[in-house]
Each structure stands twice: as C-alpha cells, then as structure tokens.
C-alpha cells in the first residue's frame, strides 16, 4: 500500500463523453467532477469524430482545478490497401498548435465520414504537429489487420501511421485484451515494437459513478440523422466501461510500467489548458461599420446613457430626477467595474440594426443585462423600475448571463434578424450554435421496448401518455399522471421498461441544425473552433454546444420566435392602417380598468398563456388586478416545483398569511410581496444577502454554487452559509431550514423580469382584444391558420358576434381579412383547393371582379385550376353573389369546360359527396343554418368513415417498422424533422423533403409543394410531429408521401397540463 500512494496519479487518455452519442453516459461536468473527487490531477475527453465537449469541458475543468486534455477519435481511409473503409485512431492536442490541428481534423473527419469517406494520409500529415496518436488495440487499421491474418498489410499501414506521426504514434494497452484475446494483443504488441511504436496503457471509460453497463447497451438503437454517421453499432460491452479511481489503477503500474510511464509523459507533454493559451477573452467580434471603431469605448458610453436620460425623463420632478440620476450613476459604476460597456455597446448596435429593419422586438429581447442603462440605449423594451420600485440589475462578466443577448421577435422575422447579423458582423466572426437533441421520454420508452424486445399494450399506452404530453419527464408523468401509475404496477416487465426508460431520458442523441442561436466570435471561428456544415443550406455550424456560451469575449445570440408577438405586431400594423395610436411596450396604458375587468373574468381566448379553459377559471379565481398580480401569477403557473401542482400553489398563494421572523425583521417585506411564497431569483439572491450578509453579487455567486448540485461545493457552500447566518444572529435550526429551502428552489425559481415580460405580453393582448377585437382575431387567425383547434375556437367566438364573412370568389384573399368592421374567410379553408390554384385565381382575377361563374371559367381555363376545385368553391358559396343555386351551378360545369367531368369530390368534414358526372346534388345546402357552413369550412380531418370512404392508417410505433409495411399502405407515424429543403425532380415535378427521425430509424417523407406551405410553422427543424401518408417507393427505397402532418401534443395541450399550448412548443427556445 505505501508503494501505491508513491506512484504518480493515472491519466485516463481515453474518455468518451455522453456526446458521442450512443457511446458515452457522462457529461464534461460528471467527468470532471467524479475525476476530481478520484485523485486524479488530469483527465481526457476523447469524443467521437467531433469536438461538442471542448468548450463546456474547459469551464468544468477549470471548476474543479483539473488539467484538461483535449483529443478526439478521427476515421481515416486505409494505408494499406485499396478502398475507402474507415479506421479509428485517437488524436491528443498536447500543443497550441496540435489543438489548432485537432479541431480542424476533427472538422473535416464529421464531413468525410458523411459522404463515406475518411481522413487520408496527405491531411493527416498535414496536420500531425503538436498530436499525439493512440492506435485502438481492436479496431485501428494494423490491428484489424492482424486479426485478418494479414501481416503484410499491417505492417505496411503501421509504418505509413510511423511515418507520419513519428514518436508521438503509440498503441493503446487494456488490460481486458490480455484476458480475452492473448495470442492476437501479442502480435500486435510484437508488429508495434517491431516498428518502434511504443505502448500506453488507456481504459474504453464511457461513463463515470455506479456501474451502468446495462444502461450503455440500451445505446446502440439511437438513429439520428446528424451524426456524421447515419447508423452506429454502440459501444463494445465488453470489459469495465467505467472511470476506476486513481489508487485502483496505480496498482497496474508494475504490470503495465512502460504503458503507464508513458501515459503519464503524453500528460506531461500538455503545458496546461491549450484552451487558456488561446486567450478566448481576448479581442472583440469584428464589426464592419467604421464608426464602431472606436478607441475609447468608456466615454462613448457614458455620453449616450446621460444624453438618453436627459431626454427620456426631462419631465420627472427636481426630486425624481435626482433619485434617476443616482440609480443611473450606480449602475454605471457596476457596469464599468465588470467592463460591461463595450458589450452594451455592441448590443446597441445590434438592436438599432433590426430596428431600421423593422424587426419589431418583444419585452423579453435583452434580459440579459437588464437595467436602466439597458433600456436607455433602446437593448430592452421596458424601464424596469417603472414596475418594481426595489429593482437591482442582475449583471454578470460577459461570459456569464450578460454574454447572452436574447432577441424575442415574431415567428416570420428571424431569417431577416439572421441577416441583419451579417450585416454588423464580419461573416467569418459569427456562426449558428446547433441544439443539443435530447432523447425525450417517448424516445427512451421506444429505445427500452425495443432493445427488450417487448412490443404490447402497456408499451403502446405509455408511448400515447407521453406523446400527449410533450416536454414533461417521465419522473413527473408517474407522479401526476393516473394512468401511467397504474402501468407501472400492472407488471415486473413494464416496470423494467419504464424504469430504463427513466434512467436515458434526457441524454443527448443527436445535434440539430437550427438556427436559434448564434455565436460571435473575436477572430475567424474556423481557427480554433470545430464546425460542421448543413449541407442543404451551405450554412456553418460550430462544434459545440449552446450551453457552452459565452466564453471569454465570444458571445452568444438567441432567436426565440413567438407566435403570440406576431399576433401584437400584426395587430399594431393594422391599427397603424387606420391612423389610430400604436402603443409600445413602455407606454401601455396598464391601468385601463375595462381591460382589467377581463381579465378578471377569464375572458381569454386567443391570449397568450392563458387560453387554455382550466387556466382561463384559475385566472377568474385568482382575479389579478395590476400588472404585479398577473406577474405573481404566471410565475406560480410556470413554477417547476414537484411538491406541488398549479392549483395547489395557487391555493396556498391565496390563503397565505403574513411571515413573522424575529430573529430578523427585514425578511418580513420581502417575502410578504408573494405571501410568503419563494418564486423569482431576485428573492433567493435578497435572501441569501439578508442570511448571510454577503452583496447582492456575492449572493449570486452562492446561488450559482447551490445549483451545481456538485456534493463536494455543497458541503463547502454549507459551511460558509452557516458561518454568514452565525454572523447575522440567525439560529441555527432556522439557518438549517432556509439552506434547504434555498437549495430545493435555487434551479426552480424564475427571473422576474421574464415573467413581468410575459405579463406585459399578456396584457397587450387583452388590451388589444378589448379595444380592437377585429383587428386581434384578424392577426390570430392569420398568425394560427394551421392549427384547426386555435381556427375553430376563434372562429366560435367571432360567429357569436356576428363578425363573418363567408367566401367569395370576389372578394375573399389567399387568408382572413378585415371587411367593413367584419372578417373574410379566406380561400386556404377550402378544402382541395391546392394553394397555386388560389395563387392563379387570384391573379386571373386582379382588379376585374368575377362577372359570372361562365366569365370565371373563361379567365382561369387552362391556367392549372381543376374542374373539381371550382365545384368545391362553388359548393362553399363562394359563386353565391350569382344568384344561382349551387345545384344549377355545378350542374352547369360539364357544359362550361367542354367535357365530361369524373371523380368524386368530397365536400369538408364528410358534409358533401357527390359525382361531378352529376347526378344532380340536393338543394339541401341552400336552406343550412350559417352556423354549420362555418363548421364545414374549417380546414381540417375530413369524416370519412361517415361518408363511407374511410382511409384507415395503420399507427406506427417505431420508425424502424415503417419499412416491413407494404407499398401503398396509409400509415401513421411520428418523429423529429430534420434536413428540411427543397427538391425538384427530374420530370420537373417541386417537392418538399424532410428526413424523420426517432431512435430507431429515418425515413425520408416527401411532400407536394402545393402542400408543403400549408404547413406553415409546424414545419420546422427538430420539431416533434406526427405525419400520415402513403408508403411508396424512390431510388428503391421505402419513403412517405405525406397528406396530413400535425405537431405532436397539439390536442393534448388543448384539454390538459398546466400551460397553454403554445408556451409548449416555444418554451424549448
């Protein structure tokens, strides 16, 4: 024992983080931290055919005062002979130069293994300065080689490896070879020495803590389009694929000496963090326009921050003016002493770029670094002390929250905000961030099922509850949800499932192209940052992730589209058409006690968040009555707090008493604002500085250590805690409880000023809707149009006031639009009636009306509109201004297009069915009530089993089974879109194509374009949907043509869960 504690400290060389996905379960921030607690002094990450980890490694490593040792595991073609097959070798960055080199192989080795190919032996020499080589004992090429018998081969590859990379080319030892396969590790061994490669001992580590080598064989079914490898095998399950602790491999130090020796020197090669040497802090992102280019940033900020209030509070009193300057003069002195002003500088510029665009921006848009010095240079929407007297800006150095600028922005404006980026940015400093895509609870019950082999009705149920209900955990499904609890309990082998399930929930599975968030960066990101490209849009993406942002002086920018601001915007837009007064976010009237007085009483449809019905009667219970009453009660809504469900926290708000503490007395107001509840992070951050006696700063650096959930930080964080209570005379039985209350909401509690933004949001709405209700349904129903339950509800509403118009040939548009105080319906209801042809009626009819359904006929013949579109708009009344019965009308159609007409053309909702050969269709249609004309023409299933034509879809429960289905068969069948592009065919034939993927297979859907714009937003890249269609065939292979796509959860979050349907699907950005 006293020689083990002599012994150097192992360094593990090969560490696969849960990254390299399918191969790996832990995070940088496990390995790190386990790494730590295990006597090690540095550790690895050697991820597969990328560099994702690096950045988040980097801030971990540090954390935990570890040297990080960056390296990847790259595929080259083969040395030996001819082909193109793929060998693995580990490269170790023990240089700046060797980092540059690696990020760039690890660049161009994703790209290669794409198309099939791999790193060839001129880009390997090209880049070998500065890299360490580790030859996998199994499955690098001179080792397959003599596995084959072939050794010739890998003594000629072995050589061509030696040539390139010299001394710095070892072979990897395990010692689980030696006990599997003795005799082939021999001559491995023999054929390396032969050659001069000298040995490292390494470990396959492919998680770190207990034992979870039952969990890492559920791995090798995940499938995911952007992998850079379409299909992966898993990890091998063989030998211990865990980190052991530093004393258990000093024991292999005499058994292994040399392999030890020399991990061990490949460590020592490594000066430090290469990352560190790469000054990531230093320099600012290159911006074009000249006038940014200036040498004293300090003074060019503080002349625009005193001029701006001068001119924004000239008319406040002597006395307010005094108190505006002061919290102005304090805020400055922080920003400064962070070094905050050129940062507030470029996101000026920033934002007055997608202003003079036009780009209307949400209350949310810079949260980040929210403050009165915010709001003056135009980063923020609203002055925060004009809604929280107590406000105290929550600024962090840039490369923490501050370092990120959210832009909130209507749905359609995010592609014109991307380029208004370019604009101010020089385009090699600034790159989209891909989002991780994580294995949902869906994903993992399917990955279980599967690798068990165990597909019944327990497996079905449980996939269709947590289908219904997107973005909720497993965890949190058991606990709230009846129905799965009593699966659980039917049996020991869904219980098996199920708990499996639980344990790979939320690992990563693949890495998604969109376009929520960019990073800007000090130099070329090329240089030092790995990157892939989207192929289909030639876009570039970096190797690394969002949360790894920001770091040093690279920042990052997220997009978040809201539908609900699109409504506003257009709304606003259509007020201005009328030369009525616009109001912004910072001048809304917000003590109009008409538009309070709804929303007492719950009349919300069509309001952001609250549209939902149970919500609408908890809002009516709750009764909020000011701005800070709607602000309290969205945060009890969106609270993540798993003791308590919605109406329970609501109850306990409203029946709250006051606090009393004597041990200290200035906690009473603090807490009394919400009745005693814990809700925002500003409380915790007063909390902890009234506990403890520590500055608001320091009480948010202690809440960030509370949210690591590290032990190891806690213990420490306890006992400091402790100490600063003792010091405040508060008794230690109390100080025990506020840690643990403290701990518990440290990661649930929200940011105020994002809750108040999303009040403000709501509110506007109401606004909107109470003083011009047109215009605000108008907006929805055009901002909504693919959602058949959002239409349908909207349209209820507007029909119980007699606001709509039904079609017309003359007058109706492609969407709603506004008619004489009354809202059009627009032609995209119709049915059948594919978008070109709206497109080309519309033009044929330009600003000559229709005259008749003859003088119709004769403008639009031959111009792509089909004989059963125009009966289907006949059908609809859009040809009633004729004064004709639509019988006659449609009886009339053979004798108006010359010929006979076939087919069956199904009116909406199964209501019509009728032969265009005509015999004669009923005259009911004429005498229907309105209302069930508007139930027809919401676009949406059409009720075949009721007019005798069902089409039946066989449900899908895995993508894998998609293709033992028979050609022509309808099925169903859901997943994640990827690869979202554009195709045209060799006939000329436009289509729309996405790939959908689950964990077991993609399948490639194809779409007609007259079709594909229909879908309007539900398209969109990693969005969860489910798809119906027909199975054919291309290029022989099994692919969907798609009729009907919706969004995954779309009905359930209409009937159920405690938010609205649409913070569902946006709450991820």
Not at 59 to 88: D, S
Not at 338 to 361: C, K, N, P
Request: proline share 4%.
């Amino acid at each position: 024992m006293e020689n083990i504690h002599k012994i150097p400290p192992f360094v593990h060389l090969r560490v696969r983080s849960f990254y390299s996905i399918g191969e790996g379960l832990s995070s940088p921030a496990e390995i790190c931290s386990y790494a730590s607690r295990s006597g090690y002094k540095s550790v690895a990450i050697t991820d597969t055919n990328h560099t994702y980890g690096f950045l988040e490694f980097h801030r971990e490593a540090r954390k935990h005062e570890l040297k990080p040792i960056y390296g990847a595991v790259l595929f080259h073609t083969t040395l030996a002979t001819e082909g193109e097959q793929q060998y693995p070798l580990t490269a170790i960055a023990i240089s700046s130069e060797g980092l540059r080199h690696l990020v760039s192989l690890a660049s161009l080795s994703h790209l290669l293994v794409e198309s099939g190919s791999g790193l060839g032996s001129d880009l390997l020499e090209l880049n070998a300065a500065g890299l360490a080589i580790l030859l996998d004992s199994r499955k690098s090429e001179p080792a397959q080689h003599v596995s084959a018998g072939n050794l010739d081969a890998a003594a000629k590859s072995i050589k061509a490896l030696k040539a390139i990379f010299g001394d710095l080319l070892f072979i990897e030892i395990r010692e689980d070879e030696d006990r599997e396969d003795r005799e082939l590790a021999k001559q491995r061994r023999a054929l390396a020495a032969e050659a001069g490669v000298k040995p490292v001992l390494t470990e396959d580590v492919c998680y770190v803590g207990a034992d979870k080598r039952g969990i890492l064989g559920l791995l090798g079914e995940i499938r995911h389009p952007n992998l850079g490898r379409d299909f992966f095998s898993g990890p091998e399950l063989e030998g211990e694929k865990g980190m052991k602790p530093a004393p258990e491999m000093a024991k292999r130090y005499y058994a292994y000496h040399d392999a030890y020796e020399n991990a061990l020197a490949i460590d020592r090669m490594v000066p430090g963090d290469l990352l560190d040497e790469w000054r990531l802090d230093e320099g600012e992102p290159d911006i074009k326009a000249p006038v940014w280019r200036f040498e004293d940033p300090m003074s060019t900020f503080l002349d625009k921050v005193v001029r701006r209030f001068d001119l924004h509070f000239h008319y406040l009193s002597p006395a307010g003016l005094a108190r505006g300057r002061a919290i102005l003069n304090q805020e400055i002195e922080q920003i400064t002493r962070l070094g905050l002003e050129r940062l507030f500088l470029l996101y000026h510029e920033v934002i007055t770029r997608l202003q003079d665009a036009r780009i209307s921006l949400g209350p949310a848009t810079g949260l980040g670094v929210q403050s009165l010095c915010a709001y003056l240079l135009g980063i923020t929407s609203f002055n925060p002390y004009q809604f929280d007297e107590g406000f105290q800006p929550l600024l962090e150095p840039a490369s923490g929250r501050s370092g990120i600028l959210e832009i909130q922005l209507g749905s359609e404006d995010r592609e014109e905000a991307v380029q208004c980026l370019r604009d101010v940015f020089d385009q090699h400093c600034i790159a989209y961030v891909p989002t991780v895509d994580h294995i949902t609870s869906s994903r993992a019950l399917k990955i279980t099922a599967k690798s068990l082999e165990i597909d019944d009705k327990e497996v079905s149920e449980a996939l269709r509850i947590t289908m219904q209900n997107p973005g909720r955990s497993l965890q949190s499904l058991f606990e709230e949800s009846k129905g799965l609890g009593q699966i659980y309990r039917r049996s020991a082998r869904i219980r098996e499932v199920l708990s499996k399930a639980a344990a790979i929930e939320g690992l990563p599975c693949g890495f998604i192209h969109s376009k929520r968030s960019v990073v800007v960066s000090p130099r070329a990101i090329r240089e030092f940052l790995g990157y892939t490209f989207d192929k289909s849009k030639d876009e570039l993406f970096v190797q690394a992730t969002r949360e790894a942002f920001p770091v040093g002086n690279m920042y990052r920018i997220d997009f978040t589209p809201l539908g609900a601001l699109t409504v506003c915007v257009r709304t606003d837009n259509e007020i201005r058409k009328q030369k009525l007064k616009v109001h912004l976010w910072d001048s809304l009237p917000i003590d109009d006690k008409a538009v309070w007085a709804d929303v007492q009483g719950g009349k919300a449809t069509g309001v952001y968040l609250l549209e939902n019905p149970r919500i609408q009667k908890q809002t009516t219970e709750f009764s909020p009555q000011s701005i800070e009453d709607l602000t309290h009660f969205l945060a009890l809504m969106r609270l993540r707090d798993e003791e308590k469900t919605f109406s329970e926290r609501l109850e306990a708000f409203q029946s709250g008493t006051e606090a009393d503490y004597d041990y200290m007395p200035d906690l009473v107001p603090l807490l009394n604002k919400t009745h005693g509840a814990i809700l925002y992070e500003e409380q915790l951050r007063d909390l902890l500085s009234m506990l403890t006696g520590v500055s608001a700063e320091g009480a948010y650096r202690m809440l960030d250590h509370f949210r690591t959930g590290d032990p190891g930080v806690l213990s420490n964080l306890r006992r400091d805690f402790m100490s600063g209570t003792a010091d405040q005379d508060v008794p230690m039985e109390a100080a025990n409880e506020w840690f643990e209350k403290i701990l518990y909401y440290s990661d649930r509690v929200l940011n105020r000023q994002r809750i108040l933004a999303d009040a403000l949001l709501v509110y506007k709405a109401y606004y909107l809707k109470h003083h011009h209700p047109f215009h605000y349904y108008l907006s929805l129903l055009n901002t909504y149009w693919n959602n058949e339950t959002k239409v349908k509800n909207y349209l209820a509403y507007l029909h119980d006031l007699d606001a709509l118009l039904p079609i017309d040939i003359n007058r109706s548009e492609l969407y709603f639009t506004l008619e004489n105080g009354k809202i059009r319906l627009g032609f995209y209801m119709v049915e059948g009636v594919s978008y070109p042809s709206v497109l080309r009626i519309l033009k044929a009819r330009g600003r000559r009306k229709y005259r008749s359904l003859e003088n119709f006929i004769r403008r639009t013949k031959g111009k792509g509109v089909s004989v059963e579109e125009v009966g289907r708009l006949i059908l609809v009344g859009a040809f009633d201004f004729t004064g004709i019965s639509r019988t006659n009308l449609v009886n009339a159609l053979p004798e108006l297009y010359e010929q006979p007409v076939n087919g069956a053309t199904r009116g909406l909702n199964g209501q019509y069915e009728m032969q265009l050969s005509f015999p004669p269709v009923s005259e009911d249609t004429q005498g229907e009530e309105k209302e069930a004309l508007f139930e027809r023409l919401i676009k949406g299933k059409q009720d075949q089993a009721a007019s005798g034509g069902a089409e039946v879809y066989d449900v899908v429960s895995s993508l894998d089974q998609f293709y033992s289905k028979p050609i022509a068969s309808q099925v169903e069948i859901d997943g994640r879109i990827s690869n979202l592009q554009r195709l045209k065919t060799k006939s000329g034939r436009v289509l729309g194509f996405f790939i959908l993927y689950d964990v077991s297979a993609l399948v490639q859907i194809y779409v007609p374009w007259d079709r594909f714009g229909l879908f309007g937003e539900i398209l969109e890249e990693g969005r969860d949907v489910i798809v119906r269609g027909r199975v054919t065939v291309r290029d022989e292979r099994k692919v969907c043509e798609a009729t009907e796509i919706k969004s995954v959860g779309e009905e359930a979050d209409e009937e159920e869960g405690d938010l609205g349907g649409e913070e569902k699907a946006e709450e991820d950005t």
